[in-house]
Every structure is written in C-alpha cells, then in structure tokens.
T-cell receptor, first 113, second 111 residues
Framework: EAGVAQSPRYKIIEKRQSVAFWCNPISGHATLYWYQQILGQGPKLLIQFQNNGVVDDSQLPKDRFSAERLKGVDSTLKIQPAKLEDSAVYLC???????????FGSGTQLSVL | SQQGEEDPQALSIQEGENATMNCSYKTSINNLQWYRQNSGRGLVHLILIRSNEREKHSGRLRVTLDTSKKSSSLLITASRAADTASYFCATDEDNFNKFYFGSGTKLNVKP
C-alpha cells in the first residue's frame, strides 16, 4: 500500500514570508495529524483531524499557522508570516482507528532565514 | 505538551551488544508505543504495549511497561549497525487517538 505522501521535501524561506505544506494520507485513513519536530526534540502535535473536522488544535499557533482538510483526504498546513523559530521538520501522519499506530510521511524540512 | 521523556538522551554501543532505553510519562495511558526515526526520515512504528500488559516481544525487541511507576523500557538485543537511529516513545492518553512523543534516545551502533 502507498504510504503517507508529503511535499515539498525541503523549503527555505526568509522570515515574514509564507509557506505551505501538503500531505496525502494513506487511503482510507480517517485521522490525520500534523507534527512539528524541532532539531533534537520529539514531534510535537500541532493539529489532529478526524475526516474533515478538527479534533485538537490546542497547540497550533493560530496567529500564524492554519491547516485545512477540506474533503477529508489530503491536507495543507500554512505558516504566514514565518518566524525564525518555525525552522523545523513538519511531519504528517495518519491512522486507521483499527490499527492504533501512526504512519508517518518523510516530512518537510523548513529553514527560515 | 510532550508526555514522555526518554533516557538516556544518547547511547553508543558496539554491534552485538544490547541497547536499553527508558521512557517515563506523567498521566494515565491507554497504550504506549515505540517508534524509530532514521536521520532525515519520518517515524516508523515498532511496537505497541497496552496499559494492561507488562511485557511484549517482537523479534529482537522487548518492551516492558510499569504503570505504577509510569515507565517503559525498550530493549534491542544483538544490535546491528542498521539499528542506528533515534527512538521515541509515544503515549495515547485517551480514546481520541492523540499521541504525545517524548524527546527521544539517539542510538549509535558501531560496527
């Protein structure tokens, strides 16, 4: 089966610019997650979707970050405007309630200069 | 917020030796999972242990869970150079499939 797809793989922007990341989960997986992983740290949950509804976005900095999953399949995460501290790997994951485990994409490495 | 904390932060061993890493967490959990992350890649699920289980095996992996101490350990036996990676524990606190990751243990297995 195809895995979780993410693009782009790398992105370099200057502070105050905007950036968007895309994720296509495994087919049939209702739950989709965006995690932020700063170098040397563990992934931090930003937002969790169940189909096209938000389950938890309590750790999403809503003044600059937004995410959507309009048709309950693929998702985009946007940052506008970016700050230096947003430099991180942004990981998308999905799961099927029956399996309980998460399937991760390879991530998008963002560098904000 | 992150739930689990791994110990040690880094571990370096020779091929063939066993590697043990520990995870402590703060609240009640439904299950605890271990993931591996190779450099520059996403995380890969290794093993899941439920709150009513004490020990689980999968190939060269052995996981233990002590809910009274809110801790878990991952043992990799007969390590190989290919085991070099970062290892993370993740806890599922409730029934909403919400997973919190620890800070990870960076394992280096020298050939």
């Amino acid at each position: 089966e195809a895995g979780v797809a993410q693009s782009p793989r790398y992105k370099i922007i200057e502070k105050r610019q905007s950036v968007a990341f895309w994720c296509n989960p495994i087919s049939g997986h209702a739950t989709l997650y965006w995690y932020q992983q700063i170098l040397g740290q563990g992934p931090k949950l930003l937002i969790q979707f169940q189909n096209n509804g938000v389950v938890d976005d309590s750790q999403l900095p809503k003044d600059r970050f937004s995410a959507e999953r309009l048709k309950g399949v693929d998702s985009t995460l946007k940052i506008q405007p970016a700050k230096l501290e947003d430099s991180a790997v942004y990981l998308c994951a999905s799961n099927d309630r029956n399996s309980e485990k998460l399937f991760f994409g390879s991530g998008t490495q963002l560098s904000v200069l | 917020s992150q739930q689990g904390e791994e110990d040690p932060q880094a571990l370096s061993i020779q091929e063939g030796e066993n590697a043990t890493m520990n995870c402590s967490y703060k609240t009640s959990i439904n299950n605890l999972q271990w993931y591996r992350q190779n450099s520059g890649r996403g995380l890969v699920h290794l093993i899941l242990i439920r709150s009513n289980e004490r020990e689980k095996h999968s190939g060269r992996l052995r996981v233990t869970l002590d809910t009274s101490k809110k801790s878990s350990s991952l043992l990799i036996t007969a390590s190989r150079a290919a085991d070099t990676a970062s290892y993370f524990c993740a806890t599922d606190e409730d029934n909403f499939n919400k997973f919190y990751f620890g800070s990870g243990t960076k394992l280096n297995v020298k050939p």
